[in-house]
């Protein structure tokens, strides 16, 4: 896979670190020698990059290749803000890898985890092949089989396969990255369980990944940085001599559990008011987001300009007071619709805007929605607006609603005009070179103008 799509999934799926811009600070760089790259020239060896970079990224590129699988433990822990990191999942394990020329090599993670700080630690197993996952749902006593692990497992999937580990699958990774990356850095030399590492930091897009490679040229410690956390991957002990074969990566029912598709895999079709096809209600147990293929008959945003709008898929949730919202009684009112999450950064970033649009409009018939999603306690979103003192209306379990919407980043915004039609629909947010609001402010604006306001 190329790296450059590995950096696109980084920042819209529903990662809680998604969408940041990422940053590589003056902690990252040791000198000047950091160059603007050229994917046409490719390799490590074109000009501009440093002789010492290119030997440190041909040293790493050789250990990785020379071995059929390794075998690490590892920790996985996010670091930075504390209010932030606290929320967010970590793990720790073994991780295997067999990588291949491809690129679509098989990677197992088996250990125990916890999703926040004071979270309850629990099991996970999960195995990457090509196009498909499988993993172990304890909860249910199932093992299931599907896109990308969901639930529970999800959250460890994310801690634990970062995209810069998931280009390990592949051989020569180092080079591949360089290839593909605007600038190549070194870093300041760091300490991993006692090894000095070299480090080597790669920007692509709005992503810095960064390695710490020890002398026996594997990496140590893998991190993805964000401007206020970070994501941090150590690996120690690598064992190269387990020669691990494919069944090594397949996972077996333990006595009493099942095998199952994750929901996504057997979708069920039925007709919405606007009489195309979305995906029926089907989400796992424990509220994860089911990973669904998009229908092409799935409604999409249009302008309000053209003939024939689409009409917005109808919803039904409840408020954290037991209060019934439905789509179909806000006709008449311009909606504006949040998918968001407690344990996503970037939703947390843009909530402070999202009070402020609700406060501009109030008395004017314009309603916003809060739909938070893949929630495992649905305490957790009221608890988060009454902390921070916001009071625009939120809906819990809406999960499936994000499916009909074709959500795949988070937060993802939403705007339906007076006629339920679809009007415009923004994914992720920064307060830099994302932001939402002023397209949904003007689309307000313009259709309170058309209702006389």
């Given at each position: 896979?190329?790296?450059?799509?590995?950096a696109?999934?980084?920042?819209?799926v529903?990662?809680?670190?998604?969408?940041?811009?990422?940053?590589?600070?003056?902690a990252?760089?040791?000198?000047?020698?950091?160059?603007?790259?050229?994917a046409?020239?490719?390799?490590?060896?074109?000009?501009?990059?440093?002789?010492?970079?290119?030997?440190?990224?041909?040293r790493?590129?050789?250990?990785?290749?020379?071995?059929?699988?390794?075998?690490?433990?590892?920790?996985?822990?996010?670091?930075?803000?504390?209010?932030?990191?606290?929320?967010?999942?970590?793990?720790k394990?073994?991780?295997?890898?067999?990588?291949?020329?491809?690129?679509?090599?098989?990677?197992?993670?088996?250990?125990?985890?916890?999703?926040?700080?004071?979270?309850?630690?629990?099991?996970?197993?999960?195995?990457?092949?090509?196009?498909?996952?499988?993993?172990?749902?304890?909860?249910?006593?199932?093992?299931?089989?599907?896109?990308?692990?969901?639930?529970?497992s999800?959250q460890?999937?994310?801690?634990?396969?970062?995209?810069?580990?998931?280009?390990?699958?592949g051989?020569?990774?180092?080079?591949?990255?360089?290839?593909?990356?605007?600038?190549?850095?070194?870093?300041?030399?760091?300490?991993?369980?006692?090894?000095?590492?070299?480090v080597?930091?790669?920007?692509?897009?709005?992503?810095?990944?960064?390695?710490?490679?020890?002398?026996d040229?594997?990496?140590?410690?893998?991190?993805v940085?964000?401007?206020?956390v970070?994501?941090?991957?150590?690996?120690r002990?690598?064992?190269t001599?387990?020669?691990?074969?494919?069944?090594?990566?397949?996972?077996?029912?333990?006595e009493?559990?099942?095998?199952a598709?994750?929901?996504d895999?057997?979708?069920?079709?039925?007709?919405?008011?606007?009489?195309t096809?979305?995906?029926?209600?089907?989400?796992?147990?424990?509220?994860?987001?089911?990973?669904?293929e998009?229908?092409?008959?799935?409604?999409?945003?249009?302008?309000?300009s053209?003939?024939?709008?689409?009409?917005?898929?109808?919803?039904?949730?409840?408020?954290?007071?037991?209060?019934?919202?439905?789509?179909?009684?806000?006709?008449?009112?311009?909606?504006?619709?949040?998918?968001?999450?407690?344990?996503?950064?970037?939703?947390?970033?843009s909530?402070?805007?999202?009070?402020k649009?609700?406060e501009?409009?109030?008395?004017?018939?314009?309603?916003?929605?809060?739909?938070?999603?893949?929630?495992?306690?649905?305490?957790?979103?009221?608890?988060?607006?009454?902390?921070?003192?916001?009071?625009?209306?939120?809906?819990?379990?809406?999960?499936?609603?994000?499916?009909?919407?074709?959500?795949?980043?988070?937060?993802?915004?939403?705007?339906?005009?007076?006629?339920?039609?679809?009007?415009?629909?923004?994914?992720?947010?920064?307060?830099?070179?994302?932001?939402?609001?002023?397209?949904?402010?003007?689309?307000?604006?313009?259709?309170?103008?058309?209702?006389?306001?």
């Amino acid at each position: 896979m190329s790296w450059r799509r590995i950096a696109a999934a980084s920042l819209c799926v529903s990662v809680p670190l998604a969408g940041l811009s990422l940053a590589a600070g003056s902690a990252w760089a040791q000198d000047d020698r950091s160059v603007r790259t050229d994917a046409r020239e490719g390799g490590s060896s074109r000009p501009g990059v440093s002789s010492e970079m290119r030997a440190l990224i041909e040293r790493a590129d050789r250990a990785w290749d020379a071995m059929d699988s390794v075998v690490f433990e590892f920790e996985a822990n996010p670091k930075g803000m504390e209010q932030v990191v606290t929320q967010m999942p970590r793990a720790k394990g073994e991780i295997w890898f067999a990588p291949n020329a491809e690129g679509t090599g098989l990677v197992r993670a088996a250990g125990t985890g916890s999703v926040g700080e004071e979270g309850e630690s629990a099991a996970f197993d999960i195995v990457w092949d090509a196009s498909r996952a499988t993993w172990l749902d304890h909860e249910n006593k199932r093992v299931m089989r599907g896109a990308r692990p969901t639930g529970y497992s999800g959250q460890m999937a994310m801690t634990v396969m970062l995209p810069p580990a998931e280009g390990l699958r592949g051989k020569s990774p180092f080079a591949a990255l360089a290839a593909e990356a605007e600038r190549v850095m070194s870093g300041p030399a760091v300490e991993v369980d006692g090894e000095r590492c070299e480090v080597m930091v790669f920007m692509i897009g709005q992503a810095g990944y960064r390695f710490a490679i020890a002398q026996d040229g594997l990496p140590r410690q893998v991190t993805v940085q964000f401007p206020i956390v970070s994501q941090e991957l150590v690996l120690r002990r690598p064992d190269t001599s387990r020669n691990l074969s494919e069944a090594a990566f397949e996972i077996r029912a333990p006595e009493g559990y099942e095998t199952a598709m994750a929901p996504d895999q057997r979708p069920q079709m039925q007709p919405n008011r606007g009489g195309t096809t979305t995906q029926r209600r089907r989400i796992e147990p424990g509220g994860a987001q089911p990973v669904v293929e998009r229908p092409a008959e799935t409604p999409r945003a249009t302008d309000a300009s053209r003939p024939t709008a689409t009409p917005a898929p109808e919803f039904e949730l409840e408020t954290p007071e037991g209060e019934t919202v439905r789509l179909s009684d806000l006709r008449g009112r311009v909606v504006v619709l949040d998918f968001w999450g407690t344990w996503c950064l970037p939703c947390k970033l843009s909530s402070p805007l999202v009070q402020k649009l609700h406060e501009d409009y109030e008395g004017k018939p314009v309603t916003v929605l809060g739909l938070a999603v893949r929630e495992r306690d649905l305490s957790k979103p009221a608890e988060y607006m009454d902390e921070n003192g916001y009071t625009y209306t939120i809906l819990l379990e809406a999960d499936d609603v994000a499916t009909e919407y074709r959500v795949r980043a988070y937060p993802s915004f939403v705007v339906i005009g007076p006629e339920g039609e679809l009007l415009h629909m923004a994914r992720g947010f920064h307060p830099e070179n994302n932001d939402p609001f002023p397209k949904i402010r003007e689309l307000i604006d313009e259709h309170l103008a058309k209702l006389g306001e």
